[in-house]
């Protein structure tokens, strides 16, 4: 028997994949992969963006949420690991 927990993986990346091809088709533009490790500006701006939004890590049920297997792919294990990373490497504006 699968466990919930990769269902609902399996599940979720077949959504992104559906949303990537919607984009592609609409835009002509693909999405960049999601980077796991390092400090790119985009990895920056979605620890930014991930830290600051509303709803919980998981469901009633005690399963993740969409907002948790996101912060997951992209290597945050939480909201604050991604709030940390944001604050330690946002580009100051002057």
Do not use: H
């Not at 960049?32 to 709803?55: D, H, Q, Y």
């Not at 993740?64 to 604050?87: D, H, I, Y």
């Amino acid at each position: 028997m699968k466990s919930p927990v990769n269902i609902k993986e399996k599940a979720y990346e077949k959504q992104n994949r559906k949303m990537r091809s919607e984009y592609t088709s609409e835009t002509g533009k693909k999405l960049g992969k999601r980077l796991t490790k390092g400090t790119n500006k985009r990895r920056v701006s979605f620890a930014c963006r991930f830290a600051g939004m509303a709803g919980a890590m998981k469901n009633a049920k005690g399963e993740p949420t969409k907002k948790a297997m996101a912060l997951k792919k992209w290597g945050f294990g939480s909201v604050e690991a991604a709030r940390n990373f944001c604050q330690k490497n946002k580009s100051k504006k002057s």
